[in-house]
């Protein structure tokens, strides 16, 4: 078997993290309920041509893909998977109240087109010219983890050498309104930077693209050694703790040799009990991060904290803005992440230091 | 040599049947499931013809066995349909005694739904139980949680016309590496306005009956269907004495990476998927007895697999014939009940025509198989290529 | 016949997003498709919805565009000589 390594991170987010040389120094506080993200000059990537069709979304992902490629100074890789939770909105959007507000009259492909789930990672493997494989996962809150595993395997296996992973998600207007009317959505402005605090139903949303290059060579340059991923699609609290014990030492590791757990809390009254199951038992002397006050919340957020905890290994250092509570770490060796959308499509990931 | 993985069950509803018994009798007879259509109303409804399943939304509810209110999309009642009858014939007693998973496959997903009541949402919250069942993930989440599958892998995989099929692939090798014992692999798709209108929009929709690999093909009928396998490890069928329908023996994913949504003139992906699967499964063209082609009938695909076909296995090209005269382009679901027809294909030695065809294309010497052709058979290839050059091929063995 | 190349220039860089062309980079003879403005089979199709919508003439095989949208020319040539409106 194999060990996996990232070789390269391009995240395109609510915080300036397209440019990578930073580790969250300046963080962007938001007092809202949805959280645009910071996009990088896509003009600088994508020629007018291709860019014209491109909504928000496909352009983070090809955007977000070739950072991850630059990072890892790869040309090509052999396979693409991305994830995605809710797909191409807004292109869905715009067929979808033309095709109403027209009654089916004199409507345009393009947006129809656009509108397929696997767009962007089609439109990423005519951008680089890849054809090797290349799957989409749409699966609400593990998305992103189920092209890791996918990825994970084929590269364990050593079936491929350097494959592009990600996750994405955008925002669109009508699906916006909709998820505040079913109080997916907090019903009120909420201030990020206490946002744990809130005490209120429902998630602020955020956008974004966070793509990687996994590989089975390890460079100077690598962030850190993928383990494990597992993906549940349901999980009780009681549970919880013994699957998590139970995940990692399936993994040869223990709770005794997490040095951080990065964990998803979106600050949802609800549903970050989950969180707290772990972080206020067996995880209680561990330190613990968060990052979706930075993030917002979006079904493939987790690759922010994906990000967040290779970064953490490659730097040897924890941003204090990510800091849930203040534990001395002697190492910064393995991370353990865990994440849940609404009690449900749980995942666990285990990352070393390489 | 590795015998592949074990198929120990599988389900289907489609329009020329609704489990599999019904439909090896339509497609031994001849008898396809394409009409107008009835249960959508569409400006459209005179100039295009699909492959509807007559039940409604209510009948499919009693038939799946779920209570009347309930927020499933008509995607989500077509899958759990098909996936119960799967269980059942790989008569599966206790979900949880085994590790298994859930692969499945849409690209409507909850679209039936949200296109009725889109403007509706924001005045009433009368039908806003189902703004949560949109996304493709939700159908899948409830078959698991119907068939009792928890705490374990589930996903949905989409990627346009070859989900199914990369839903089969996928569960194959999570079987072959160990992470499973048992997965349920398939699709479903139901009809929408949505995915009528896009395809109107691209010219590609047949107004008559399709005719795939026909020199005057006029594009497709668009379907709605749902299929699912249960693949099982060797360990488990041992242990259980289990019966074995068939193997998925190999299996191909590549990319056109030529354009959004048309395939490269020669087919480059197609051919690509065609050599990996045969790769896996330790092939040579030679072995293949017959050949389940997307055929859509659309210009393009036709000629573009055709050329494919022809560059991978050269002069001894197989039989082939495409099945969607019978059921439509079932979209997300076509790999998923192809895959069922190739089963039944390979069960019953049977290879089934490819129907309304009248004239040979030009471009190349190959044709289908147009009669239905009793042959002993030991190996079944099966095609599914999509949108964003997702080609896909699965091989089926006994 | 100039209003109209003139009015088919403005709406092909709306409808198409052409958000990086001029009305003045676009000569009346120059090919759209391949070379010259580089549009692609889905633009035609984009382009046929526009004929119909606009100005009355309805395609029913996507082929038969392939002569009309050579260049702005044609297409106001042909647009004067079909156009019911």
């Known amino acids: ?354 | 040599m590795s015998k592949g993985v074990a198929i120990t069950g599988m389900g289907i509803i489609s329009a020329i049947g609704n489990n599999v018994e019904e439909n090896y009798n339509s497609l031994i007879s001849g008898n396809k499931g394409i009409s107008r259509i009835s249960k959508i109303d569409t400006v459209h409804e005179n100039a295009i013809m699909v492959g509807e399943i007559a039940f409604t939304n209510q009948e499919l509810e009693e038939q799946a066995g779920i209570p009347p209110d309930n927020n499933y999309s008509r995607t989500a009642l077509l899958g759990l349909v098909a996936a119960k009858e799967a269980i059942k014939d790989a008569n599966i007693l206790d979900m949880a005694a085994y590790k298994t998973g859930l692969i499945s496959a849409t690209s409507v997903g909850g679209m039936d739904m949200t296109e009725k009541y889109y403007y509706d949402y924001l005045e009433s919250d009368a039908h806003r139980k189902y703004i949560e069942g949109h996304h493709a993930g939700d159908s899948t989440q409830k078959i698991a949680e119907e068939l009792g599958i928890e705490e374990s892998l589930v996903t949905t995989i989409s990627t346009a016309c070859s989900s199914a099929a990369n839903a089969i692939m996928y569960g194959a090798r999570l079987i072959k590496s160990g992470k499973l014992d048992r997965v349920v692999v398939g699709g479903a798709d139901c009809l929408s306005k949505f995915t009528i209108n896009g395809f109107k929009t691209l010219m590609i929709l047949s107004d008559t009956y399709n005719t795939p690999f026909d020199d005057n093909r006029k594009g497709l009928n668009l379907g709605e269907a749902a299929a699912f396998l249960v693949l099982e490890s060797d360990a488990l069928v041992a242990k259980e004495n289990k019966k074995v329908l068939a193997y998925v023996k190999g299996y191909g994913n590549a990319n056109d990476a030529y354009h959004q949504t048309a395939s490269s003139e020669n087919g480059d992906g197609a051919t690509l998927a065609m050599e990996k699967a045969l790769k896996v499964a330790n092939l040579n063209p030679e072995n293949i007895d017959y050949i389940n082609a997307h055929g859509t009938a659309t210009g393009n695909n036709d000629l573009s697999e055709g050329r494919a076909i022809i560059r991978v296995f050269k002069d001894a090209v197989p039989d082939f014939s495409s099945t969607k005269p019978y059921t439509g382009h079932t979209l997300a679901a076509a790999g998923g009940i192809e895959a069922v027809f190739s089963i039944l294909a390979l069960q019953n030695n049977v290879i089934f025509p490819n129907l309304n065809f009248t004239t040979p294309m030009k471009e190349f010497a190959i044709r289908p198989q147009v009669k239905l052709k009793e042959k002993k058979l030991n190996t079944v290839l099966s095609n599914s290529l999509g949108f964003g050059g997702n080609c896909s091929t699965v091989i089926f063995s006994k | 016949m100039e209003a109209l190349k003139e009015e088919l220039k403005n709406k092909i860089i709306e409808q198409l997003n052409l958000e990086d062309v001029s009305v003045n980079e676009i000569a009346d003879n120059d090919p759209l498709f391949g070379e010259g403005l580089g549009l692609d089979s889905i633009d035609a199709l984009e382009l046929i919805v526009m004929l119909d919508k606009d100005y009355g003439i309805k395609l029913s095989d996507p082929k038969e565009g392939k002569k009309i949208f050579e260049s702005i020319n044609t297409m106001a040539a042909y647009i004067s000589e079909n156009s019911p409106k």
């Open chain 1, 1 to 354: 078997m194999k060990k996996v390594f990232i070789n390269g991170c391009g995240v395109i987010s609510a915080q300036k993290t397209f440019d990578n040389k930073e580790f969250l120094k300046e963080v962007i506080t938001y007092n809202d309920r949805v959280m645009p993200v910071v996009n990088p000059v896509y003009k600088d990537f994508i020629s007018g041509g291709a860019a014209r069709r491109m909504a928000l979304g496909v352009k983070m992902g090809v955007v977000a893909s070739n950072l991850a490629m630059k990072d890892a100074q790869l040309e090509s890789v052999d396979a693409i998977i991305t994830g995605t939770g809710m797909g191409c909105l807004i292109d869905s959007e715009k067929f979808l109240s033309k095709l109403i507000d027209n009654n089916e009259e004199f409507l345009t492909p393009t947006s129809f087109i656009q509108s397929t789930h696997n767009t962007v990672g089609g439109q990423i493997a005519l951008g680089i010219q890849c054809k090797g494989y290349n799957f989409t996962y749409v699966h609400s809150g593990v998305s992103f983890e189920s092209a890791l595993l996918d990825a994970q395997l084929q590269l364990s296996s050593g079936e491929e050498e350097n494959i592009l992973v990600g996750g994405v998600d955008e925002n669109a207007p009508h699906t916006l309104e909709i998820h505040k009317l079913i109080k997916f959505i907090k019903e009120e402005n909420t201030d990020t930077s206490s946002l744990l605090q809130s005490n209120t139903s429902g998630a602020i949303f955020g956008e974004g693209a966070g793509f990687f290059t996994l590989s089975t060579k390890e460079q100077e340059s690598s962030y850190a050694e993928v383990v494990a991923v597992e993906t549940l699609n349901t999980l009780s609290k009681e549970n919880l703790e013994k699957k998590a014990t139970s995940f990692l030492e399936e993994n040869g590791s223990s709770i005794m040799d997490v040095d951080v757990i990065v964990l998803g809390n979106n600050g949802d009254v609800d549903f970050d009990g989950y969180y707290n199951v772990l972080s206020e038992s067996i995880f209680a002397d561990t330190q613990q991060v968060y990052y979706k006050h930075l993030s917002g919340e979006y079904n493939t957020a987790s690759s922010f904290g994906f990000w967040l905890g290779a970064k953490i290994l490659k730097t040897e250092s924890i941003p204090e803005v990510v800091k849930l509570n203040q534990k001395q770490t002697s190492t910064l060796k393995t991370i353990l992440l865990y994440n849940q959308y609404r009690g449900e499509n749980h995942s666990f990931t285990l990352l070393k230091q390489c």
